[in-house]
Every structure is written in C-alpha cells, then in structure tokens.
C-alpha cells in the first residue's frame, strides 16, 4: 500500500512538472512571437538602408521628410533582405531627377542598366507606407528610367503613393516617340522577371511624367488590387498655342508613326497624312495605366490578375490585350483615356468592370489572333468628349462580349461599336485580314452595331439597331 502512495505521488509530481514546463514553453514562445512582432524603429535614412540587406527584420522609418540626392548604384536604394517587413508609413521620399543622369554610377550585378529608385529583389518581403516623388526636371539617360523595380518572389508592396516627374519632352505625350532618341521616361511600378507571386495592394501612381503607371515584364502570378493611377490630358490646340518649346522647334510635326501602314494615327490621336499636329484632338501626357508585356528576354508573362482598380486619363486604361496567356480583370474603373479604356487579348476575362467612351473606346479587343475573351463591361457617361464616336471595337475569335449601362442618355447617339475594322488602337500588322467570327455579342445599350467585312456567324441581341457594312470607309 504505501509502495502505490509513492508511485501514485511521484507520477502526480511528473504530471504537474510537465504542466508547468509546457505552460513556461509557451510563454516563452509567446515572448519570442512578440519580440518577433516587434518593429525596429530607425529615424534616419542612413540607419534605415543598414537593414535593407538583412533577412528576417522588421524595421519602420519614423515618419518625416527623406531627401535622395546621391546614389552609389544606378538603383538607388536595394531592398535584398528576404523574410524582412519594412514599414514607411508617414515617411516622404524626394528623389533628384539629377541621379537617373548619373553616369558615374556603379552599374548592376543582373546586367539591366535600367535605373530606379528602389529596387525590391528579396524574397517574402513586405514593403509598405511610402510616398515618392520625384523632383526637377532633369530627363535622365534613358527612357527605362523607374520609381520602384520590383524583381523578388512572394513580395508585396502595400499602401505606397508614387508621383513622377522629370520625362522628355513633357507636355506633348506619345506625338514624338515612345522610346529612343531623345525620348525619356519616367515610369512608376515595374513588376519584372525573375518576380513570382507579388502583390500590388493599396498602391496609388500620378503620373505627371512620360511613361507607364504600373507595368509587367516576365512576371509570374501577380495580383494588382486596389490599387489608382491618374494622369493629365491635354489638347492639341494648346499645343499648337504654343509660341516656344518642344512642339513649335518642330513646326508641330509629330514623330512619324512607328507603323507606316497606321499614318494619321498615334496611339490614340489623329494626325495629318504628312505628320502634322491637328487641332481638334487630345492626347495623353502619359502612357498606360496598368500594362501587361507579353514576355522579358524570353520569359513569359503569366497568370495576372487585376482588381478593384481605377485608372483615369491615361493613354490606354488597363492595358492586358497584348499577353497572350489570358488574364484576369475584375471590378475596375477605368475613365477619360485616350486610346482605349481596356485593352483586351486572347483569353482575357473582363469581369463586372466600367469605362466611357469620352475620347477613346471603352473597350477593343484589337487583334485578328485572339480568342475566346469574355467581357462584360458597364458604360460610364460618355457625353462632351471629343475626338471619338466609337464605343468598342471588336475583332477576333470566339468572344462573349456583354455592354451595357446605367443610362442610355450615357451614350451619345452618333456612338457606335463596330466589328471587324482597322480603326483605332491595335492592328499593326500590315497583312492582317480584319474580321470578327463567331463572336457573342449582347448589346444592352441603344448604341448602333456596325458589321463590317470579315463579320461572320454573329450571334447578337442588341437594343441599338444592327447594321451591315460593306466597306470600313463607308
């Protein structure tokens, strides 16, 4: 009997040891989670740029005004610390132009000369808060010239505001060149190979320079959402107003068109057969608001979704017509651009998203190769714009296609959508046959339907009438 009393004492002593050894494992655990959760303040740049490169931190600048006016790289500031969370937030970026026209700069180890302000190519890094811009009016040495360069895998870049400045020649858009020559950009986010599963969330561009907002290169399974970019018309009258600069230098010429077969049209606005700079006409000062590339050296861009987004006055709004590998864009705003709301390509699916038709198309799918888009879009109110009466332009293959709208009155009455045509944005290839096949086509609104040559097994309900067309001209 009184062996079981100690058997049954030295087990019950066993039991509540290990109740305690497991209580204080989990305090001590618990600790090391909130030491964990902990950020690291710094209250200056310089001690801030000490942990860009280390893994597994949590640092936070303190809130204030950051100037960048020196550089030892042609990427400014390099994010490569994986596992590390940084935290902006209250923090203002300014960044000297002066330093994308450095060429002294030290170049980089991945053999790209393009130059940013921050490059973020650490893994399972989350970068969020900032607010940069740029500063002065020093053009650069290139037109690849970035805020943010974003190469890392599972990255995300959260809740920053972006403003450009400091592109050549400012104020006339696309009309002299994309790129070369004397052309120099600005551009706001690039998302580019060997980046894999990033997210854009909360994010805001202004562009106030030459260039794309947000843009893709080679990037694998990206989500942009939530995310706003805007940028600034102007009309070719005012341009031709002018009384000095860029423009008058040049007799108002606009650069020839990069496609000869396209004369009288740049990315979005007419011009004169023999170049000449129209009045009557509006141009974006910038380039796409969010834009897809179909590849970076060889490597595909793939599997992008984009969501709850807006985009106003730009050239082209949402921009994923030109990826070939179908892609996703769900709940977003586009408005007031001027060569098409959204660009849609092969695959693509256009979910529950909105555009007007005030200077550009609310929507095309351009290109005789693609197939089998789906696209439901909403008309936005499209009165008192200028320069356009085509409300969506439709080529292709195999499209389920749904417009609609709020409000008829939206819809101007000389508006129409048109299918197999060569106007407008896209079709650069010569030898292209327009047409437009075995499309589904429900036209809610009372815009006019116009079938042009190459229209074949239509299968449409419209309100607006349905018209035959014999030639494009007519």
């Given amino acids: 009997m009184n062996l079981t009393k100690l058997y049954l004492s030295v087990f019950l002593f ?53 100037q960048i006016d020196d550089a030892k790289k042609i990427r400014f500031i390099e994010i490569t610390g994986n596992n590390s969370h940084f935290d902006l937030t209250g923090a203002r970026f300014m960044v000297d132009t002066k330093l994308f026209g450095r060429k002294d700069l030290e170049k980089s180890d991945d053999g790209n000369a393009m130059y940013c302000a921050i490059e973020i190519s650490g893994n399972n890094t989350t970068f969020e808060g900032l607010y940069i811009e740029t500063y002065g009016d020093a053009s650069g040495l290139q037109s690849k010239n970035k805020i943010f360069n974003v190469v890392g895998e599972n990255i995300v870049l959260k809740n920053v ?20 020559g004397d052309v120099r950009k600005m551009n706001g986010i690039r998302v580019g190979y060997p980046a894999k599963n990033v997210t854009l969330t909360g994010c805001k561009v202004h562009m106030r320079a030459m260039g794309h907002a947000i843009f893709l290169q080679g990037a694998e399974n990206t989500l942009i959402e939530d995310c706003h970019v805007d940028g600034l018309l102007r009309t070719t009258d005012a341009i031709l107003a002018e009384t000095s600069g860029y423009g008058f230098d040049r007799d108002f010429y606009a650069q020839k068109p990069r496609h000869p077969h396209k004369k009288g049209y740049v990315e979005g606005t007419v011009i004169g057969l023999d170049g000449k700079i129209l009045p009557g006409e509006i141009v974006s000062l910038s380039e796409d608001g969010i834009r897809l590339y179909p590849e970076y050296n060889g490597h595909q861009t793939k599997n992008t979704t984009v969501k709850d987004c807006s985009v ?61 888009a789906s696209v439901d879009i909403n008309i936005l109110d499209s009165r008192n714009g200028m320069a356009n009466n085509m409300l969506a332009k439709i080529n292709g293959t195999g499209h389920q296609i749904v417009i609609k709208t709020s409000n008829n009155d939206f819809i101007p009455e000389d508006m129409v959508i048109k299918l197999s045509v060569w106007e407008g944005y896209g079709n650069y290839n010569p030898k292209a046959t327009m047409h437009a096949t075995n499309i589904k086509l429900e036209n809610e609104t009372t815009a006019k339907v116009l079938k042009f040559s190459g229209t074949e097994n239509l299968e449409v309900e419209s309100k607006g009438e349905v018209v035959d067309v014999n030639s494009e001209n007519e």
């Fill in 14 to 66: 066993v039991v509540l040891f290990s109740s305690c050894a497991n209580a204080n494992n989990k305090v001590t655990e618990a600790i090391e989670e909130a030491v964990q959760n902990e950020f690291l303040t710094v209250n200056s740049l310089s001690e801030f740029k000490k942990y860009i490169d280390k893994d597994h931190v949590k640092i936070k600048l303190a809130p204030g005004n950051y």
């Fill in 161 to 180: 505001e972006v403003r450009t400045a400091g592109s050549n020649p400012w104020g006339y858009g696309y009309l002299y060149g994309l790129g070369g």
């Fill in 312 to 372: 106003f006055q730009m050239r082209r709004g949402v921009c994923v017509g030109l990826n070939t590998s179908g892609d996703k864009v769900i709940n977003c705003e586009v408005r007031d651009c001027v060569t098409t709301g959204f660009n849609v390509g092969n695959e693509d699916v256009i979910i529950n998203c909105s555009a007007n038709a005030k200077y550009g198309e609310a929507f095309g799918v351009p290109y005789t190769n693609a197939k089998n």
